[in-house]
């Protein structure tokens, strides 16, 4: 794992967002096509607008799937993931080939479906996240380590609904909802190349709980540990509590 601490959340998101398009511009020079799957939220706000604005990549010839999204949340919401991705990155960078999971309609079969179509072939970098309660996509302690499915309808624990709450995705707890659709952990881990963008204080007890502790399901995203290509940017704030932050 090799983990890159900046002294700004701004840097944080200009290094990753040149680390990825070095990755598409690769596999779409090599391949013609590159898949990705992408994350959402606060945390991902900066790293999107400068990979976005970064010049060279032939967008359209870039297959996305995403991470997650709420059960029973139209797509009209501010909350909702999907509207998220169309209006951050699908719209302003020109993807024509992404797969939205619609949790406003039938779950299980939304999973079911993208889940075949994201098994039709492999994953080349996905950009992930870390919540503050050490989620990896919505995979709240305990995380199912075990499981092959692609996607699982999941239940949303209490600290990750106060984060949503807290980024200001939703006026209160009771806004929000208890399920959601996620990617599998042992799905993320399928990926060729793995981008984990974390800035913000409020992350850093789960960052440093995550990749500096023990591998364990109460940590999901410790699993990244075991990864042979991850990439970690964090800023100033979100390493704070690493006993060696490595300087940029």
């Known amino acids: 794992m090799n983990i890159n601490a900046f002294e700004t959340s701004t840097e944080l998101g200009m290094a990753a967002a040149a680390a990825?398009?070095?990755v598409l511009k690769k596999c779409l020079a090599e391949r013609g096509a590159a898949r990705i799957i992408a994350a959402?939220?606060?945390?991902?706000?900066?790293?999107?607008?400068?990979?976005?604005?970064?010049?060279?990549?032939?967008?359209?010839?870039?297959?996305?799937?995403h991470l997650d999204e709420y059960v029973g949340l139209p797509i009209t919401h501010?909350?909702?993931?999907?509207?998220?991705?169309?209006?951050?990155?699908?719209?302003?960078?020109?993807?024509?080939?992404?797969?939205?999971?619609?949790?406003?309609?039938?779950a299980a079969g939304v999973c079911q479906r993208t889940g075949e179509?994201?098994?039709?072939?492999?994953?080349?970098?996905?950009?992930?996240?870390i919540g503050e309660n050490g989620h990896l996509a919505f995979n709240d302690p305990p995380a199912d380590f075990e499981t092959e499915t692609p996607y699982l309808i999941v239940q949303l624990d209490e600290a990750c609904r106060r984060q949503q709450v807290g980024e200001g995705?939703?006026?209160?707890?009771?806004?929000?909802?208890?399920?959601?659709?996620?990617?599998?952990?042992?799905?993320?881990?399928?990926?060729?190349?793995?981008?984990?963008?974390?800035p913000d204080l409020r992350k850093a007890e789960a960052v440093k709980a995550c990749l500096h502790g023990p591998v364990n399901p109460f940590a999901p995203a410790s699993i990244l540990q075991t990864h042979a290509d991850v990439t970690v940017f964090l800023d100033t704030g979100s390493a704070a509590l690493l006993a060696c932050p490595i300087p940029n």
């Open 78 to 106: 501010p909350a909702s993931f999907r509207s998220y991705l169309l209006q951050r990155l699908i719209m302003p960078a020109g993807i024509k080939q992404y797969h939205l999971l619609d949790g406003d309609e039938d």
């Open 117 to 129: 179509l994201l098994a039709q072939a492999p994953i080349d970098v996905a950009f992930v996240g």
């Open 169 to 198: 995705w939703f006026k209160s707890l009771a806004e929000v909802p208890r399920q959601a659709i996620s990617m599998s952990i042992r799905q993320i881990l399928k990926a060729k190349k793995i981008l984990c963008i974390v």
């Open 40 to 65: 959402t939220g606060a945390s991902q706000f900066k790293f999107l607008e400068a990979l976005v604005a970064t010049p060279g990549i032939d967008w359209s010839k870039v297959e996305l799937f």
């Open 20 to 22: 990825a398009a070095q």
